[in-house]
């Protein structure tokens, strides 16, 4: 027990280090350091990455995504006030900046169905209108051919971009519901349910690929 | 590996129908409020279902967390590089809007766009308003702002910092003008020792129009600023002489920052060097030092000599003082420059900078 308390003392104590580290790569960043901000992106580009495959449909579009989330960033970055945690900003960055693509692509897409409410009076918004893909739609993504990967993979790719999203910034970058509500511009309850639904799915689909 | 994750039921739940969606957000971590947790510990305590249900849900979690598909290392490399080139783009066109977007309070107008609408518009009126009654009562500042009456010699002036035009009735050296004219060359005569040189600066116009005075003179200043700050429009000869009549007036914040932005984005090799040569003896600012800095990343392997020697030559008289980011930039040149000869300067100048300002 004391161990443990230890050990999380140690782990809160490198937390802290590695805030102070980033927030004085920030400043610097911030005054024009342009290595400084080649060590920030170094930190975060493959999450940006990650994220902006997720996010959009082709994923040969992830790194225009990439490229223009960081040159907002590079060019906005004198307005980061640490209010919120950098990556939480950054976040917010790409994610506004997919659903510009997004809205880009739609847009020129004629065969793009119109948004229509459900008759049960559910409201879908943006991503909830982008298709879902399927499993054998993106052969290039999945990874080095390792069997549970592959499983992984695929069941990821039968969630909603919102559904993934939301179940990757809690589960692999550990936000809190509401802070992902936010970022997406929705409430905390209908990331909730978004993470409820990727759940259920990935349970489901891996449950029969058994 | 155990791929069993799910237990043996077609759900993959066995969970109580009613602490679902709890034991799903207990599983998520952190979303419980502390009573919340407790009835949830104490649901497990006496579930054994729940219990078993909840074990395979984290177990689920953590395959697909050590499991997630990461992007493809080429990619990201490919990525990095194109990045990389974009940002460079980014910095020859956005360097000095930058300079100039942090004298204007974007932090405190961003948020408040009627503020910011009443304010700019109250300055407007007050400008208006009370401008024209300043420069009434203040006619020596109409005088210093009102272009010099057109003259051909500058001997017949007695005033030898006032800027002289050829042209009759020409209009004054305003804005437009700059942004019209073309500065087609630039004379320099030579003065008595210690004094600047006269200079000539010939613009196209409507007419043609001959602008002379001292670097002293503010329209003089202003014009030869002009031309460095817009250098697609002028030679880079023109540029060369701008420069190197900028570099008597190094101790004026505008001429510094001028120079500074050449040394950094101006296309031309021989003006980047001749830029960084002239910060050589200006009083070292934050700017010029980060000038400095930046240039050891430039291109061309004399602009990262040069910027090496200014930074060493500006330490020697004690102009500079290294830091932590300044020694990392040459542990960076000295490891990492293709140049040879950069990497040897690098460390020459890393030992130099180091050890003498750290004891």
Known sequence: ?210 | MDRNIHGSHETGTDWCVEWETLLILFAAGEELDSAEEANVIEHLAHCGNCRAALERERALLNELTENRVEPDVALLASCRANLRDALDREEEGGWWRRRIGALVPTNWMSPRPAWSAALLLLLGFSAGIFGPRVLEHHPQILAQNRPSSPAINAGSNPDADSPQANEPGNSPLTALDLRTADVSGINVIPAGTGEPPEVQLQLNQHQPVTVQGTVNNNDVKRLLMYVLDNSNRFDPDVRINAVDLLRAKTDDPEVQSVLCHAAHSDRNTAVRLKALEALDGAEPQELVRQTLLDALNDQNPGVRIEAINALQSMAARGQVVSDDHMLSVLRDRMLNDPNTYIRMQSAAAFRDLGPRQKF
């Open chain 1, 1 to 210: 027990m004391g161990m443990s308390v230890a050990l999380d003392g140690n782990a809160r104590q490198a937390a802290v280090v590695k805030l102070d580290e980033e927030h004085s790569l920030i400043r610097r960043a911030q005054g024009g350091d342009r290595l400084a901000f080649e060590e920030l992106v170094g930190r975060y580009d493959k999450d940006v990455l990650r994220l902006a495959m997720n996010l959009v449909r082709r994923p040969e579009d992830a790194p225009d995504i990439y490229q223009e989330s960081f040159l907002r960033v590079y060019r906005n970055l004198h307005r980061f006030r640490f209010e919120c945690s950098f990556y939480t900003w950054l976040y917010r960055v790409v994610t506004n900046v997919a659903l510009d693509h997004l809205r880009r692509r739609s847009s020129r897409r004629e065969d793009q169905a119109p948004a229509i409410d459900e008759p049960d009076g559910t409201t879908h918004d943006f991503f909830d209108r982008q298709p879902e893909q399927s499993a054998a739609a993106n052969p290039e993504r999945v990874v080095l051919g390792q069997e549970l990967r592959e499983q992984i993979a695929g069941a990821m790719k039968r969630l909603s971009p919102r559904e993934r999203m939301v179940f990757e910034m809690k589960h692999y970058h550990g936000m809190k519901l509401r802070a992902i509500g936010d970022l997406l511009g929705t409430s905390e309850e209908t990331a909730k349910n978004s993470l409820f639904r990727a759940t259920k799915k990935l349970r489901e689909t891996l449950n029969f690929m058994r």
